[in-house]
């Protein structure tokens, strides 16, 4: 793993680690604590601060444009805090804000989503755009969710769930394009 380049920042000497072929644009900010898998991506603009808790990306997954990343801190009456979790294969949309959750395998963050402190999304899931998950709940396998504060809408589709695996992968392409040209 690489440990450090000119696009990552350290804090309080714990520097990002990156997984193999990750892409990270260089107009992003990526500080602290974080750990990013193999074949990943994080696209311009995106803020990612690993400082006061940790955050882990998984394989495959692309953070796009505008989005933020953050934890809570731990405390005393939070001993563990919240850190941002997030699985593989995983497609966040623009501008979403994810702070303190923990995402499973093959989700959809739509554009402009937010997720908040304490929610776990399982495997398999699809955020609508703009859809706003109030802290500590759970998204469970298979449905889609949409809403503001978000509802459960409906069972995902057998194309749906094929997308989520797609999308990732679409990216894990796109990411390599970007790579090749550097």
């Known amino acids: 793993m690489e440990s450090h380049n000119s696009k990552t920042r350290s804090y309080r000497n714990t520097a990002p680690k990156l997984g193999l072929n990750v892409y990270i644009d260089s107009s992003s900010v990526i500080v602290g604590d974080i750990l990013i898998g193999d074949d990943s991506s994080i696209w311009p603009l995106v803020a990612a601060r690993g400082d006061v808790n940790i955050i882990r990306i998984g394989k495959r997954t692309n953070i796009q444009d505008g989005s933020i990343l953050h934890v809570t801190r731990r405390s ?10 997030i699985g593989d294969d995983v497609t966040i949309g623009h501008k979403a ?4 959750c923990q995402l499973g395998n093959r989700i959809l963050v739509g554009m402009g989503s937010i997720i908040m402190d304490g929610t776990t999304v399982e495997d398999d899931v699809i955020i609508g755009a703009g859809t706003l998950v109030p802290p500590n709940k759970t998204l469970e396998s298979g449905f889609l969710y949409v809403g503001n504060p978000m509802k459960k809408a409906r069972a995902l589709k057998e194309s749906e769930m094929a997308f989520l695996k797609q999308s990732a992968q679409n990216y894990v392409q796109l990411k390599d394009e970007y790579i090749a040209e550097q």
């Open 76 to 85: 005393e009456s939070n001993p563990e805090g919240h850190p941002l979790i």
């Open 97 to 100: 804000m994810l702070h303190g």
